[in-house]
């Protein structure tokens, strides 16, 4: 018998919505049911609506009156034993889209070797640790590098745009298999914490290596095996050859070592846009104020914010916008080398740090970059300009310059600084010293705005911190749209942040599935 199914879309008091009797009730009612006459209610979407003088919560459910389809939650995923098969993908990076394309790669019945140059998760939190007490910078094992990658230590943001690049639902209900919480494939944006997802990336490298692939840390790649124009494998810092029948690149946007390397091999790679600026730092009781237009938000989430403002300076017109907005988050020390500075946000799965913080960037173009000295690498080089001379004015450790928000806008130095949640502790910087005259004033502008948009936004309860520039990769590794090879390498298959085809965890995930389907279409699995 097929199921009688209602779908029901309505707008609920925040009380309501999530609390899961009042909501089961509230749903039948809509339906015209009593309790009893439903056999399962399905809530496939939630979102928050605060445009109102209060905020509701829109829900979108399925009301089964006879038992529901026995795949409404979509497929288990099966791997299949792969440690016997005859071909290979050798895949550099563990972080979103290696992984993604380790458990592509095995449904289609090739086998995985993943390099990851960092350390397990668990082995990865001492880095971590030193990093945050000590200003010690292992470039192996640190935000960026390690198992999961740098969205390992996030806020696991899961919302993309990146509709048309492949089944978002597939990559969140992967994720759910391997321990991320259900609520992922309802909320409209939905994420899992910094203190979930390790567990959940772990998740993942143990199915790679139970369906019979291999996962490698500590494993550095310095070198390339090329023979005409094909690359068969890569040689690691210890000097060991690793081959397979197809290469997926999928280091990140901080493998700066990779870039060069590829530079020096003539391997072509481009010079490509990215954005560069600062965190931002409110407490989170003054976003939440300004969104819910209430002070005790009761049973909402922190209150995010998503800001953008088109800016005028010396006839260039640049965007500067929020991006990674993390509430109730921290900011973290993401730098990749000894002698930068470089700071990130991320936020626990209860988002119940006192502080919101959000980077807000400025976008550079390939005409602010030097890209007749420096060719392709031009970004990296002023990406690392910058990043140095943040450390350099901060001491030339981990503390991070920063300056009052409302202070930076009338370009005076701050006597004081707020209380933060970086861990290594910032110093009073004039932040123009350190982003020069025309990121500055850009970001002046786009601060001014975004201040006429939330109230209280763009005065001295805020602090801006420096500096968020690892928001994207400064370099392209080029691919062919059909066939994502390479187009003077055969074999390599650019992947992810680092290749410059995506823009966060559920957009490198679908990109790395798309290269373990190029590469079997390219080796095939026989």
């Not at 990851?116 to 910078?137: F, S, W």
């Not at 965190?279 to 953008?308: K, N, W």
Request: charged share 25%.
């Amino acid at each position: 018998m097929s199921s009688q199914k209602q779908e029901i879309e309505l707008l609920l008091p925040p009380e309501v919505a999530y609390d899961e009797l009042a909501r089961y009730r509230a749903l039948l009612d809509a339906a015209g049911l009593v309790p009893g006459q439903a056999d399962f209610v399905h809530l496939r979407k939630r979102s928050i609506d605060a445009r109102g003088r209060q905020p509701l919560v829109r829900l979108r459910a399925d009301i089964y009156q006879t038992p529901p389809p026995t795949d409404l939650f979509g497929p288990w995923f099966q791997y299949p034993d792969v440690s016997r098969a005859r071909r290979s993908v050798l895949i550099v990076g563990a972080g979103p889209a290696g992984l993604f394309a380790a458990l592509r790669a095995i449904e289609l019945g090739i086998k995985p070797i993943v390099v990851e140059r960092g350390k397990d998760v668990r082995t990865r939190r001492r880095d971590l640790a030193a990093l945050n007490k000590e200003h010690l910078v292992n470039p192996d094992s640190n935000y960026c590098f390690g198992e999961g990658g740098a969205g390992t230590y996030s806020d696991g943001k899961l919302y993309t745009r990146s509709t048309k690049r492949g089944d978002i639902q597939r990559i969140l209900r992967i994720l759910v298999q391997h321990g991320a919480t259900p609520d992922i494939l309802v909320d409209a944006h939905p994420h899992i914490g910094t203190n979930k997802l390790p567990y959940v990336v772990a998740a993942l490298r143990e199915s790679v290596r139970q369906a019979g692939g291999e996962v490698l840390f500590d494993t550095r790649v310095d070198d390339l095996i090329l023979e005409n124009n094909r690359l068969r494998g890569v040689v690691t810092a210890t000097g060991q050859a690793l081959e397979a029948d197809a290469v997926i690149l999928a280091t990140g946007h901080s493998a700066r070592d990779i870039y060069e390397l590829l530079h020096r091999r003539g391997v072509l790679i481009e010079a490509k846009p990215f954005a560069l600026g600062v965190r931002v730092e409110h407490p989170q009781a003054l976003i939440d104020q300004a969104q819910y237009r209430r002070q005790d938000r009761g049973v909402l989430p922190a209150a995010s914010y998503s800001l953008v403002h088109q800016t005028q300076w010396k006839n260039r017109q640049r965007g500067v916008f929020s991006f990674c907005m993390c509430p109730g988050g921290f900011i973290v020390p993401a730098a990749t080398s000894p002698g930068e500075v470089v700071v990130n946000g991320m936020s626990p799965s209860r988002r119940d740090s006192r502080f919101a913080n959000s980077g807000i960037v400025a976008a550079v173009e390939l005409e602010d970059m030097d890209v007749r000295q420096h060719g392709p690498l031009a970004g990296l080089k002023f990406q690392q300009e910058i990043e140095q001379r943040a450390c350099r004015l901060a001491g030339g450790t981990q503390l991070a310059p920063a300056q009052r928000l409302g202070d930076f806008l009338k370009s005076r130095v701050s006597p004081e600084l707020l209380e933060t949640s970086y861990q290594p502790g910032l110093v009073s910087v004039p932040m123009d010293q350190v982003l020069g005259p025309a990121l500055a004033e850009r970001l002046r502008q786009g601060f001014q705005n975004f201040g006429r948009k939330i109230p209280g936004y763009a005065t001295n309860l805020a602090q801006i911190v420096g500096v968020e520039s690892r928001t994207s990769s400064p370099v392209r590794i080029p691919r062919d749209r059909d066939t994502l090879q390479h187009p003077e390498v055969q074999g390599l298959f650019p992947c992810g942040e680092g290749a410059g085809y995506a823009g966060g965890i559920v957009s490198a995930a679908m990109d790395g599935e798309r290269c373990a389907e190029a590469a079997f279409a390219a080796i095939g699995a026989k």
